[in-house]
């Protein structure tokens, strides 16, 4: 399994793909339950780093399929 830090660092390099490839798919991250927790001091652990890193992955192969 990957490391916090490893998955972070994959994280910020698809968001910075979105910004400069697809910004037309930027207002969908805002959009993006995990990354609004709805308690107070949420605990985010490797599954959750893991599960937005696909949902961002999920997100830009979605729309390459549909815009080709």
């Known amino acids: ?3 916090a830090e490893e ?3 994959e ?3 698809v968001k910075r793909k979105i910004e400069t490839d697809y910004p037309e798919l930027d207002k969908y991250l805002n959009e993006n339950p995990i990354t ?3 308690f107070k001091n949420p605990k985010i ?5 893991q599960e937005y890193l ?3 992955t999920s997100l830009i192969e979605k729309y390459k399929k549909e815009h080709k």
């Open 54 to 56: 696909d949902s961002l």
């Open 36 to 38: 609004i927790p709805n």
């Open 11 to 13: 994280i910020n390099k």
């Open 1 to 3: 399994m990957k490391k």
């Open 45 to 49: 652990g490797i599954e959750t780093l």
């Open 7 to 9: 998955l972070l660092t």
